[in-house]
């Protein structure tokens, strides 16, 4: 069994199997460490912005959380410890740039191909892989004329410069999602300049994330049943955010009412306020959690500009205003290619057909695991399977467990491998597809959505659905194969 991809998919996915006795198990990674997206995204501020108690595995647990959402080395520090504690680590090889994966339909099994950093080529053979790669790893960069133009530094959120001190300079940064939310508060104290560059204004709900107090604190990490309680708080309160999107014409009102009682106490600059404001239904795009970006964009050494850019000069930043911005650092918090999960990595299945063929109108995957010709391999945090309400570690260990029963009955009918149904993968796709209908992500563009407008990142529902799919692995949906 060959896993890609050690963040919390592909830690989730080697737990299940050597809990279960499979042994036979190789994590490639090709960073120089385990921990995916909580490696690469190291910038200022960086913390996740849904609950550690529900961020965490439900098998490992702990109940010394610093705050209600942690920061990124906190995460990362306790990713670290469970694949220590759970064995995965020694069964991970780093430095393995995955670049293709190609099925034998002789002898039914996976080549794998990978790269080091100094351009050794190595081929792994495994029975089944299992691509946990995510969709937030390949920093998107917006296509502007000029950008190789820019005389000055960048770089991307997810590649963060800590090398460059940003002290006294004048900084632009393009993009204000979930992401800048979260850095803007941190430099703009400390450049001399900050513009913030705006496509779309967003909404948002309070979040201070201040460190637990002494007497929480206290309580969470003594009494089982306060961090149990609290746990399915947080479960219930997360399904309430998806509930908004599901039902934006009702509930999805409470929580407009909510972040506009917000947006509106902190926006005292009336021009700030009428810039910032957004024009979509709440929740079709991702709702973000700050009590501190807001008041960043009103210091005065910022600037919120929602003129579109329309080139990088070698100064700057221009706007359709023709005007320059001139900047010594561009920051891109521009999100990711989210579309192109594995991409570039060639995924060869049955009969030579490729994985790029199949999804040319998007990627579809049945529960967002299996792909029709594509024999034993399973995606984790595939198509439609992002949550907007929700842990994306939840639906990693549903995932997970889900790959370790398809790979049992494989065992257990004496099979070589198994291949969804065309048929069960495309009724499934159409069933996730219709259930987005009425919903708040079909009202706006989003990076959820593809250029035909298909939903291709998200779960249509609550994590408790997911689960229920997913919970057994029924032998009538696949072909196996001898
Ligand atoms: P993002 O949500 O995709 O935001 C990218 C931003 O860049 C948007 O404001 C977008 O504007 C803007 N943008 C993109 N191309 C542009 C262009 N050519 N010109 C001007 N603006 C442009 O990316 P992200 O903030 O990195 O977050 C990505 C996802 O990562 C989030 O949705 C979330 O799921 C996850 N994340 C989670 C956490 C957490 O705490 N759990 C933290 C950070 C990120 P438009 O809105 O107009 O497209």
């Not at 702990?62 to 220590?84: H, M, N, T």
């Not at 950093?117 to 960069?141: C, F, Y």
């Not at 947006?263 to 957004?278: I, N, S, T």
């Amino acid at each position: 069994m060959l896993i890609i991809g050690t963040g919390f998919g592909g830690v989730a996915a080697a737990h299940d199997l050597l809990a279960h006795g499979v042994t036979d198990v190789t994590v490639l990674e090709a960073a120089p460490r385990l921990g995916g997206t909580w490696h690469y995204n190291r910038y200022p501020g960086a913390a996740c912005d849904v609950p550690s108690s529900f961020y965490s595995y439900s098998f490992a647990q702990r109940r010394d959380w610093s705050r209600f959402c942690s920061p990124q080395a906190e995460i990362l520090g306790y990713l670290d410890s469970v694949a220590k504690e759970y064995g995965v680590t020694q069964h991970v090889i780093t430095d393995a740039h995955v670049t293709g994966c190609h099925w034998d339909d002789q002898t039914r099994t996976w080549a794998v191909t990978s790269h080091d950093s100094n351009d050794v080529e190595t081929t792994r053979s495994a029975d089944a892989i299992v691509l946990a790669t995510g969709q937030l790893n390949q920093p998107a960069l917006p296509q502007l004329d000029g950008l190789d133009d820019f005389a000055g530094h960048s770089f991307h959120s997810a590649r963060w410069d800590h090398g460059y001190d940003l002290t006294g300079k004048r900084v632009a940064v393009i993009g204000t999602g979930a992401t800048s939310v979260q850095f803007v508060p941190e430099i703009a104290p400390e450049v001399e300049r900050l513009t913030v560059f705006q496509r779309t204004g967003n909404w948002i709900l309070p979040r201070k994330n201040k460190p637990y107090s002494r007497t929480v604190a206290f309580l969470l990490r003594s009494v089982p049943a306060a961090h149990r309680l609290w746990r399915w708080v947080m479960s219930w309160y997360l399904g309430s955010l998806t509930a908004m999107i599901r039902h934006p014409r009702t509930l999805g009102l409470l929580g407009r009412a909510w972040s506009v009682a917000f947006m509106r106490g902190q926006l005292k600059d009336h021009d700030v306020r009428r810039k910032a404001w957004p024009d979509y239904t709440f929740g079709c795009k991702r709702v973000l959690f700050s009590s501190a970006f807001l008041p960043a964009l009103q210091r005065p050494n910022v600037e919120l500009v929602t003129e579109p850019i329309t080139r990088m000069t070698p100064a700057g930043p221009q706007t359709a205003d023709g005007r320059v911005h001139e900047v010594d650092c561009v920051i891109f918090g521009t999100g990711f290619r989210a579309q192109d999960f594995m991409f570039p990595m060639e995924i060869i299945g049955a009969g030579g057909h490729s994985l790029r063929e199949e999804w040319s109108a998007g990627p579809k995957a049945h529960l967002g695991i299996t792909v029709p010709g594509f024999p034993s391999m399973f995606l984790l945090y595939g198509p439609n399977t992002n949550t907007s309400g929700g842990s994306m570690i939840f639906f990693l260990e549903a995932q997970a467990a889900y790959v370790r029963k398809a790979l049992e009955l494989i065992r257990d009918r004496g099979a070589a491998a198994l291949d969804v149904r065309v048929e069960v993968a495309g009724t499934s796709d159409r069933k996730v597809q219709e259930r987005f209908a009425g919903t708040a992500w079909t009202q706006c563009d989003s990076w959820y959505r593809n250029e035909s407008g298909r939903i291709v990142s998200n779960w249509p529902g609550y994590m408790r659905q997911y689960a229920a799919d997913t919970r057994v692995v029924d032998p009538g949906d696949f072909t196996l194969i001898r």
